[in-house]
């Protein structure tokens, strides 16, 4: 009796493709049905763009650096494709609506972690809109490492109850820099350990030997053969109890020679505030706070991990200039949860966006576990015909 007529354009690696799809309608002998080809969901309904080309879209965004002005003029550049700005603004809005129960999960999930790294970075954003003056926003970044997830969580403010409300189920060990509103925000939480950061302290002896290259160099050994001793660890791939073992037997000792020579060096007249004193007064009040790994092999030595994980907001930052408004901050960091944590556990981000876009219409909420990157596993792909 008629058909309907769908016309998208898709992406395949190196190209993108226009599609017309066709989908015949009959009627049922007795004139009350219509029965129809059905029309495989896509995130955008009714729309020109399909799952795998927004999951290019947002992947050459987020994993790429690039802006999404870039992408359209390059399109329309080589290919004649022209997209608005507006349009590709909303098909995101549309994308990050619906991931947003994937977001729900993911936030549950970190709150059910048992070791926790914490640190947070700049991201401007429009505050005043039509003034075109950028405020300083923060992304709020917290790390799972048993978990193998990152939760980003935009935030206009760098308030100590930001990480409080975030983390207000948390129970367990909290791996921070020696920012002071960590401190605050968990003084009264007998639930949540803080713990520190043995690169903080390092960074401040590297940072001394500027001004007394000879003494910071005595301590630094120390943390040398310490990080030397872990990368043996890491290189022998060595289970949690061989892990603790080393640690006990060969980087406790020179964890305590670190004590004793800081609390030398306390009793010298180093002048204050200068790079040397300023060092050794940190490593003294965050002293306490590193020991953890010595009594638990999951617990790294410092927040590495974290760190690395944050590096491409950096670019973020240089190539996109500042996020459209607040919203447009939640929208990034909902992206950087997914994406960072794809890197994690080893999944090309590209891929996975794909996939979760085609599943995810009508994955139900006990199945939705299994669109999160540490579970994740692609959908199995159509045989071809013998």
């Not at 949690?240 to 305590?256: C, G, I």
């Amino acid at each position: 009796m008629g058909k309907k007529t769908s016309i998208y354009y898709d992406y395949v690696p190196g190209k993108i493709i226009k599609k017309i799809e066709e989908h015949l309608q009959y009627i049922s002998e007795d004139g009350e049905t219509i029965i129809a080809t059905p029309v495989l969901p896509r995130m955008i309904e009714r729309g020109t763009v399909s799952n795998g080309l927004l999951a290019h879209m947002h992947s050459e965004r987020f994993v790429y650096y690039v802006p999404y002005y870039r992408w359209l003029q390059r399109f329309e550049r080589t290919l004649g494709l022209s997209f608005a700005a507006s349009t590709v603004d909303h098909w995101e809005e549309v994308c990050y609506k619906k991931l947003k129960r994937l977001l729900k999960l993911l936030r549950k999930m970190i709150q059910r972690a048992s070791y926790l790294k914490a640190d947070e970075t700049s991201l401007r954003y429009l505050h005043d809109v039509g003034r075109g003056k950028a405020s300083t926003g923060w992304l709020w970044v917290f790390l799972a490492p048993e978990l193998k997830l990152i939760l980003f969580e935009f935030d206009p403010t760098r308030a100590h109850q930001v990480p409080q409300e975030i983390l207000k189920d948390f129970k367990g060990d909290l791996q921070v820099d020696g920012l002071s509103f960590y401190t605050a925000a968990f003084k009264d939480n007998d639930d949540v350990t803080l713990l520190g950061c043995l690169v903080h302290i390092r960074r401040g002896f590297q940072k001394a030997q500027k001004q007394n290259k000879a003494l910071a160099a005595e301590v630094l050994t120390y943390f040398n053969i310490i990080y030397k001793i872990e990368a043996y660890a890491d290189t022998q791939k060595l289970d949690d109890e061989q892990r603790l073992a080393l640690r006990k037997k060969y980087t406790k000792p020179f964890l305590d020679k670190i004590k004793t020579w800081l609390l030398e060096q306390q009793s010298q007249d180093h002048v204050p505030d200068t790079p040397m004193a300023k060092a050794i007064t940190y490593a003294l009040n965050q002293w306490d706070r590193v020991q953890r790994f010595k009594e638990v092999a999951t617990i790294d030595l410092d927040n590495n991990s974290i760190e690395r994980a944050i590096r491409p907001i950096t670019l973020f930052r240089k190539n996109s200039l500042f996020a459209s408004n607040a919203h447009g901050g939640e929208r990034a960091a909902l992206y950087y949860s997914l994406v960072e944590s794809c890197k994690l556990n080893g999944i090309d981000p590209f891929e996975y966006l794909h996939d979760v876009y085609n599943r995810l219409y009508d994955c139900p909420a006990s199945e939705l576990i299994h669109l999160l990157p540490p579970y994740w596993k692609p959908a199995p792909k159509p045989q071809a015909n013998q």
